[in-house]
């Protein structure tokens, strides 16, 4: 196949830089653990109301000194609400829906991923700054979608 | 090309001109229904306004611009091309039949979205459930597009069998690739609606697997965005360059970027699914790596389009680095629009680079960066380019001159500026944290403010992005019914390669690169979706928040 010399130039570079890209994913990925949230666990939504977790979400302590938030999403709330974490610890959040899908977006941050109805997301983060964060649903649930919304509260480590 | 090809009978257009009617009617309504959601996200209070008027439009906006109007206008343009470059339509009886199929399943479902019946979007996420005559209009929409294939299809086995030793025609060898692509993307989304979707929404089973559903939507989803690229690229491989007076920089590397189209774009669906639940980081990692891959042949189309370009500009005596790109023909209406789509085409995919960064993609995740994303590379490289080539093949198809010449040459540059607005507003304001599809960009109050200002400039936008659509709606429609009659029809003429492949090739091997794109696909989703099966599941009744 005949290709020009300045063509194939481009050619290999434009392959040097896919490389170089996915170079950085992977790097990033294994030293660092950064992955999106992948957690495969499964939950029957019909009776989450009874569920030791998901009946009464809430904050609990773990045993390394971060927490674990437990999350039901349904139309159109986020419970429990607002949500209390410690700053600079390991906080582990676990999202379920009880009937469509949402989204759970804590804006500022880049802890995002989807409630879904029959799974349980997980994902574990830190906030390094103290303050008040704006919880968003980021996938249409309905016709008050835009309504649900929940406030993240980081409080200072105790001294 | 065109040379060796007899003129066509009169009226033997006339399928490609009704596909090419539908598509922009579809357009203009869609147009209306984008222009009440910028609004209504910047809280400007229009009469009417309301929840659910909103995401009623939204949902039409979606489904009528990326399932109607774009599939309307490829079946066009590719009866067009297969009349231009073969010569014949074989099976005109089987495209006429799918031509209605495909029209009455499009407006049964948009029925039921404008009775406020299917307001579950374009993704339609299952446990959100439509009204079932959505679902069955989208599958006729999607059986009138196979068949459409197939004449397509048959058209070329019948050239070729009086043409052997010959390489395909290149716009009937990217059609090609585009319908094989196809026909591999729509598996998945006749699984997702024919057996899961349909029977659950005749209330035949009770619950649904939201992410076995999400996963078969995806297996269709991104391959759905190929499928309007490369008709795109058809145009601008071998048409723009003809336009602009040049000639094709490469034609072996036009197919090559063709078959690589075909094998990349289907096996990349979960960079979708990041945020979800149920899917292996490994896998996701790895549908990162495919999702790069394809990045590759739109840089390669970056320099043999460019390239073709610069031809043009050397042929038309420019001698410096850079005058070549003032010779081009700047006014002219296809040339234009389809300068402009590849221009935003060029920060589009860097964005999308972006999205498909596993990791960083938590950032933009369902933000109001992805709508700006996608109206540069969906709304811009792909709508821009249909609108150029529409103004292109109005004239051939119906043997008329364009109406309003100029509302055709300013309205690309209208529909860019308006765009430059509303990307640019959305992909900021996505960045500090805008969900996307809000009815109102408050969240009731909670915003914090962190978005003002730019909502309204997208707004802004959306009403310029709106009066170039009328523009274009307006000069299709005054050409259709008042262009004056040409003495003899304008013809189909298409870039030379610099030098022409005279026999047929590797990349014109469609048998064995589909076999490869098939085993590409498996390798890519058995393993995932037979975890997922194997799992224990709990299956979602319906909800109609709506």
Redesign the interface.
Known sequence: ????L??RI??WA??G??AV??GT??L??GLHA?????????????TLSQDPEFGDPKVTARPDGGVVVSVRAE?FSFTPDPIEVPANRPVTFRLTSA???H?F?I??T?????A???????FTVSFANPGEY?I????????????M?GKLIVKEEAP | MTAAVAPPAPGSHRLAAAHIGVAVAAFGVASAMGVLQGLSIADVNFPWRS??LY?LS?TAHGVLMALVFTTFFIMGLGYALAQATLGRITGRGAGWFAFWLAAIGSVAAAATILMGQS?V?YTF?P??QAHPLFYIGATLLVVGSWIWGGVMIASYRAWRREHPGVPAPLPMHGMLATIILWYLATFGLAVEVVVMLIPWSLGWVATI???LA?TFFWWFGHPLVYFWLMPAYVVWYNVLPRAAGGRL??D??TR?VFILFLLLSTPVGFHHQ????????GW??LH??TT??V??PS??TA??VI?SLEVAGRLKGAKGLFDWIGRLPWGDPLFASVALAMLSFTFGGFGG?INA???M???V???AWIMGHFHLVLGTTVALTFMGATYWLLPRLLGRDLRFPGLARAQPYLWFLGMVLFSISYHIAGL??L??????AA??G???A?WHGLTEIAAVGGVILFLSALWFVIVVVATWVGGRRLATPATFEFAVPL?PVTAP?VWDRFGLWTAVAIGLVALAYAWPIA?LLM???????P?K??
């Open positions: 196949m005949h290709v020009e300045y063509e481009w050619m434009a392959a830089v896919i890209f996915l994913i992977v990033t990925a950064i992955q999106p949230p992948s957690h495969i666990e499964t939950i029957d939504p019909a139309m009937d469509v899908i989204g977006e804006v500022g880049n802890a995002n991923a989807m879904i109805p029959g799974y349980v997301s997980q704006l968003a649903c980021n996938e249409y649930c309905g016709l008050m979608h835009h309504n919304v | 929840e659910s995401y939204v307001t979007l996420y446990p959100l697997d939201p992410v999400r920089f490469s072996p590397l090559m990041f945020a979800d639940p149920g899917i292996s980081a996701k990692l990162t790596f790069y891959a990045l590759y840089f390669v320099f043999t390239a680079a960064a596993y990791a993609n938590s950032m995740h369902n933000t500090r944290g969900p996307r599809r809000v009815y109102s969240l009731s909670a915003d914090g962190r030098r090739g975890h799992h224990p599941r709990f299956g979602s009744p909800f928040p709506f």
